[in-house]
């Protein structure tokens, strides 16, 4: 009787969701869900700054004077409201961010760029063309972009491969048109999105996959994924 209640209920909210026309673009905006990918990728970027403003990594030893002194709390102005988000400090105060610099609050056309980078099918230099066009306009070296990309790197594969729940109840699949830095053309991307809704109700962005385009063989690889996840 239970499990009958339980498919009913869900009968109706799928008949609900199919009948309002649901637009998955924004929902993917709305909640958080988005600011959550920005918040992780954008901290991960101000921490390969400050690893080559200081020369070393997190886990090496060093002789300098000057170290690691925590986070600071910073309110970013983005497209869907304001983002926390925590800026790493150095203990002699001269780490002033590139990304986010010393009272600036916005970073210009971030929405795009952090759905592409998240998304699986980009190469390493994809992603760091997108890294150098998130920086816009700011003189940034060959060796600090490389590192700002292994943080990157490291942050985006963990959240591509971190297991997933045993079920979702409801799953929107959907493809956003995002413009992407390639080949030194922004080019129009297909980037396929999985929205799960778990059993409490909460959202979870599944998985994001880029396309050329979009097709029916791709959207059946990502399902596919997902389940092996």
Not at 78 to 93: A, F, N, Q, Y
Not at 121 to 150: F, N, P, R
Not at 187 to 214: C, F, H, P, Q
């Amino acid at each position: 009787m239970k499990n009958k209640e339980q498919n009913k209920a869900l009968d109706q909210a799928l008949d609900l969701i199919v009948e309002s026309g649901a637009d998955l673009s924004n929902l993917f905006k709305s909640d958080g869900v988005l600011k959550q990918l920005t918040k992780g990728l954008v901290e991960r970027a101000l921490q390969g700054e400050l690893k080559a403003h200081l020369g070393y990594d997190r886990h090496e030893r060093s002789d300098s004077v000057n170290a690691r002194n925590g986070t600071a709390r910073k309110s970013l102005i983005t497209e869907d409201g304001p983002l926390e988000i925590d800026v790493p400090r150095d203990r002699s105060g001269e780490f002033d961010p590139v990304l986010v610099p010393k009272r600036s609050t916005r970073i210009e056309g971030l929405n795009e760029k952090i759905i592409s980078l998240y998304a699986k099918g980009m190469s390493v230099s994809d992603i760091q063309l997108q890294l150098q066009e998130l920086y816009g306009g700011a003189e940034i070296s060959t060796s600090l972009i490389s590192k700002i990309t292994d943080e990157v790197l490291e942050e985006v594969k963990h959240w591509q491969s971190r297991p997933l729940d045993a079920v979702y109840p409801i799953v929107f699949f959907d493809c956003l048109v995002v413009k992407v830095r390639q080949d030194k053309r922004v080019l129009n991307k297909a980037v396929y999105v999985a929205l799960g809704i778990d059993r409490t109700g909460r959202k979870d962005v599944l998985g994001l996959w880029m396309s050329e385009n979009e097709g029916a063989k791709v959207g059946l690889a990502n399902v596919s994924e997902l389940k092996d996840r």
